[in-house]
């Protein structure tokens, strides 16, 4: 039966890809007028006004709507090095500059799905299906994005760490700075699961980032910035509630997302003989769990966990669970309480071996301590 249910999933999810590539090929000619307006509007302002006057609302509202193709504005809320990343693509014109953000971001997607999947055709048909497979993932490009980008570097940084290239590991984790309040806690659960100079030298490249930033910045576009986060939960009001606190409320939320990162940074260290793929998905999911600010889009990076934890070869977690998992969080998507109820129960799968059953965080043929 399992042997038929492998081919048959891979069917599935080309023609679930198929359906959803159509859909987001024609769903560009309104998404040029959403997310990418604000990296290339904050890229302008730097050009004719400095990097510090990026985070003015006051520039950016017109510089966003003065691209026109959409009534609607947001603030630009990211990080500068995402504008960093967009802003020569300003010297184009705005159509031209999206298009290149599409082919980029759908490459990228493509890519980490590429080198995250096992080496059998059958596996690699899986994992690129999983990702494209979710209409609301699939999207992720034509939106302007940088989340595929993300997902790409968390791979890149898996791959590094498997070839025992942890400097360029490290390196290669620093990109997920473009959107970090999507995967900001996998290079801690890295951390916690002894992958030191992983650590250090993502710390180190981030730093670096973070430097070149307060220097472009320069001490009034910081505060700038700074007063924009503070001042962004009523741009996020109509957002999902993807946190057990929005969700619960803070009295009852905030202790449990508490105990649920107590919980992910136990099984990156329950787990840190078996390699890093499930600290990189712990840190993934924690992240997801606490973080306030997401889009629909940005929930490829738990398609990059389930990716690792299928990778991890779990006795608790088979191909089965995992796919049933991925099934219930595309259907989490539209019921947010069903998403985070399944992430959370998945950090509680992980820690089930240590009530007993220690023998499955160890590599086969080796005995715990």
């Given at each position: 039966m399992g042997r038929l249910l492998t081919p048959a999933a891979a069917a599935a999810l080309v023609v679930l890809t198929a359906f959803d590539v159509v859909l987001s090929a024609a769903a560009t000619t309104w998404q040029i007028g959403t997310d990418f307006r604000m990296p290339y509007a904050v890229g302008e302002i730097a050009r004719s006004h400095g990097w510090q006057h990026i985070y003015?609302?006051?520039?950016?509202?017109?510089?966003?709507?003065?691209?026109?193709?959409?009534?609607?504005?947001?603030?630009?809320?990211?990080?500068?090095?995402?504008?960093?990343?967009?802003?020569?693509?300003?010297?184009?014109?705005?159509?031209?500059?999206?298009?290149?953000?599409?082919?980029?971001?759908?490459?990228?997607?493509?890519?980490?799905?590429?080198?995250?999947?096992?080496?059998?055709?059958?596996?690699?048909?899986?994992?690129?299906?999983?990702?494209?497979?979710?209409?609301?993932?699939?999207?992720?490009?034509?939106?302007?994005?940088?989340?595929?980008?993300?997902?790409?570097?968390?791979?890149?940084?898996?791959?590094?760490?498997?070839?025992?290239?942890?400097?360029?590991?490290?390196?290669?984790?620093?990109?997920?700075?473009?959107?970090?309040?999507i995967a900001l806690l996998v290079p801690l659960a890295l951390l916690m699961a002894g992958h030191t100079r992983v650590f250090i030298y993502w710390a180190a490249a981030t730093l670096a980032l973070v430097a070149i930033s307060v220097v472009a910045l320069q001490p009034s576009g910081v505060q700038e910035y700074l007063v924009l986060l503070a001042t962004g939960p009523r741009f996020l009001a109509s957002e999902p509630a993807w946190t057990l606190s929005r969700l619960l409320g803070t009295t009852v939320g905030l202790p449990l997302e508490v105990l649920v990162l107590i919980g992910a940074a136990a099984a990156a260290w329950l787990y840190r003989r078996r390699g890093p793929e499930v600290p990189i998905a712990a840190g993934i999911l924690a992240t997801l769990i606490v973080s306030p600010y997401m889009h629909t889009q940005d929930l490829v990076v738990l398609v990059v966990a389930i990716w690792m934890l299928h990778r991890a070869e779990l006795e608790q977690l088979n191909g089965r669970m995992l796919a049933a998992f991925w099934v219930v969080a595309i259907v989490g998507i539209e019921w947010t309480p069903l998403l985070v109820a399944a992430e959370v129960a998945l950090i509680g799968v992980l820690l089930y071996p240590a009530l007993g059953r220690r023998r499955l965080l160890v590599p086969a043929g080796t005995q715990p301590r």
């Open positions: 003015e609302l006051s520039l950016q509202h017109p510089a966003v709507l003065g691209l026109g193709h959409s009534d609607l504005f947001y603030p630009y809320l990211n990080a500068p090095p995402w504008a960093f990343l967009v802003w020569p693509l300003t010297f184009i014109p705005y159509p031209v500059a999206y298009a290149i953000c599409v082919v980029v971001m759908t490459a990228c997607l493509l890519a980490a799905a590429l080198l995250a999947a096992p080496s059998d055709r059958l596996h690699r048909i899986i994992y690129v299906g999983s990702a494209f497979g979710s209409l609301e993932v699939a999207l992720g490009p034509g939106f302007g994005q940088p989340a595929a980008l993300v997902a790409l570097a968390i791979v890149g940084c898996w791959r590094l760490m498997k070839a025992d290239r942890p400097a360029l590991a490290g390196l290669a984790l620093a990109v997920i700075s473009v959107k970090p309040n």
